[in-house]
């Protein structure tokens, strides 16, 4: 184990994986040389050449385009796009392509492609910088949707999505990059997709969140427990496929379930839970479900930053009104 910065766990993984798998190439846009925009692909160029390591033109349609030629021939193309605001320029390449290549060939073939996704908020950034849209590809069927919350499991995700057969679009926080560090295994290590973690166990309610949204759902935790509550925490990390059984289970020992994003409220990942949850776990609830989220307007600039995202305040009121519901 070695401790790591999330951006340095995720440019481990790789290393790892193009040294481990001759078939893994990179490209993007200023990943090679200059190591990429948050320096995710540093030394990558250097050590495995510009055959492995591409830099692209500034066309994302065409980044993706042609990644998915190399899949389907037989390559693992990890994608960077600078940020998740300049993926719908490749909409119809993932949707209409990469999506649908298992099923339009009958199984025939596969698309072994990842596209990284820096996303959210609390850098201060312009706009299209900001956005937290994982809903929109998560309501695409064939597209695998993966988002990690703490350094090993940005390892192991990012492993474990580059050996995937299908497609995976890999989402990192950008506030993660350099704010977060923890211990992460230097060898091999696979966190599985498809699957949630409960990071801590508790019985009175129910948290659940991803991504960036872990570390203010955790201080509001912390906050809530110095006054006897203890409330059990979800890390989904992994948003399509939805491990809902663990939310069901969950839900059932506690009755109660907030739900934490920075993406819109409307049609969000926690609507989906919201209703999966109204469905089949109704009978045990002693609450209605509470959606802490950001706003169903475009983030906003910096000076109103703050008031959009989630935050240890917002939750806290979350858990202490379904509490006393």
Same mark, same amino acid.
């Given at each position: ?16 994986e ?5 078939r ?12 990429g925009?948050?320096?995710a ?13 591409? #830099?692209?033109? $500034?066309?994302?349609? =065409?980044?993706?385009?042609?990644a998915?030629?190399? /899949? +389907?021939?037989? @390559? ?11 993926a719908?320029?490749?909409?119809q ?7 649908r290549?298992?099923?339009?060939s ?13 996303y959210?908020?609390g850098?201060?950034?312009?706009e ?8 929109l590809?998560?309501?695409t ?5 993966v ?14 999505a580059?050996?995937d ?6 989402f ?9 560090k923890g ?13 949630a973690k409960v990071?801590?166990?508790?019985? #009175?309610?129910? $948290?659940?969140?991803? =991504? ?6 955790l201080e /509001? +935790?912390?906050? @809530?427990?110095?006054n006897?509550?203890?409330?059990e ?10 491990d809902?059984e ?17 993406a819109?409220?409307?049609?969000g990942?926690g609507?989906e839970?919201?209703?999966?949850l109204?469905q089949?776990t ?7 479900v509470?959606?802490?989220?950001g ?7 910096a000076?109103?930053e703050n ?5 240890k305040e ?7 009104e379904?509490?006393?519901?």
């Open positions: 184990m070695t401790e790591l910065s999330f951006i340095k766990a995720i440019n481990h993984a790789m290393h790892y193009m040294e481990r798998d001759e893994v190439v990179v490209l993007g846009e200023d990943i090679g040389v200059g190591g925009v948050f320096r692909t540093e030394g990558l160029y250097q050590k495995f050449g510009r055959q492995r390591v591409i #830099d692209t033109p $500034l066309a994302e349609s =065409g980044i993706v385009g042609a998915i030629g190399m /899949a +389907v021939y037989g @390559l693992r193309p990890v994608v960077e796009i600078e940020f998740q605001g300049f719908y320029l490749a909409m390449q993932l949707v209409s392509h990469a999506a290549i298992r099923w339009r009958r199984g025939r073939y596969t698309c072994p492609l990842v596209v990284r996704l820096p959210g908020g850098f201060k950034a312009l299209h910088h900001s956005e937290s849209m994982e809903a590809w998560v309501h069927p064939g597209l695998k949707v988002c990690p919350s703490t350094p090993e499991d940005a390892k192991g995700l990012l492993l474990a580059i050996r057969p299908d497609p995976v679009l890999f990192e926080a950008i506030k993660l990059y350099r704010s977060l211990e992460v295994p230097e060898k091999d290590y696979i966190a599985p997709i498809g699957k990071v801590r166990d508790g019985q #009175d309610v129910t $948290l659940v969140s991803y =991504g960036a949204s872990m570390m203010p759902t /509001a +935790v912390d906050e @809530l427990s110095k006897g509550l203890r409330p925490i979800i890390d989904l990390r992994t948003l399509s496929p939805l809902f663990t939310i069901h289970a969950s839900a059932v020992k506690t009755g109660r379930v907030v739900i934490v994003h920075e819109p409220l409307t049609c990942v609507a839970i919201a209703a999966r109204a089949k109704l009978l045990h609830l002693k609450a209605p509470i959606r802490v989220t706003y169903d307007i475009p983030p906003p600039y000076l109103s008031m959009y995202y989630p935050n917002r939750i806290i009121a979350a858990v202490n379904t509490m006393s519901f």
